[in-house]
Nanobody, 124 residues
Framework: QVQLVESGGGLVQAGGSLRLSCAAS????????MGWFRQAPGKEREFVSG????????YYGDSVKGRFTISRDNAKNTVYLEMNSLKPEDTAVYYC?????????????????WGQGTQVTVSS
């Protein structure tokens, strides 16, 4: 069984930065691609970013390109999301997940083993 624990969320002013972490246990972490999604109140879960198993390939949703950076440390079984130039519309619960099937990184259905989420709130 895989367990994912997100951390690093919080309250930040617009233009600020946060770094989210997702620690994984219970599975060979380095073999799987990972992704970050977010969900704001009343909205569907949205793809934020994805990273291949070795970290060589990264993918971003259009709304965060140029502002967010995903990375991973397989020795620590952890994936990170560096978020800069934050905007109020980035406010959401952020989730990490393990990509278990082929297909687009933005495909919600390609993921399993979701974490509990971490709240990010950006004030204007």
């Amino acid at each position: 069984q895989v367990q994912l624990v997100e951390s690093g969320g919080g309250l930040v002013q617009a233009g600020g930065s946060l770094r989210l972490s997702c620690a994984a246990s219970g599975r060979t972490f380095s073999r799987n691609s990972m992704g970050w999604f977010r969900q704001a109140p009343g909205k569907e879960r949205e793809f934020v970013s994805g990273i291949s198993s070795g970290g060589a390939f990264t993918y971003y949703g259009d709304s965060v390109k140029g502002r967010f950076t995903i990375s991973r440390d397989n020795a620590k079984n952890t994936v990170y999301l560096e978020m800069n130039s934050l905007k109020p519309e980035d406010t959401a619960v952020y989730y990490c997940a393990v990509k278990i099937s082929v297909g687009a990184y933005s495909d919600y259905g390609a993921y399993a083993y979701w974490g509990q989420g971490t709240q990010v709130t950006v004030s204007s």
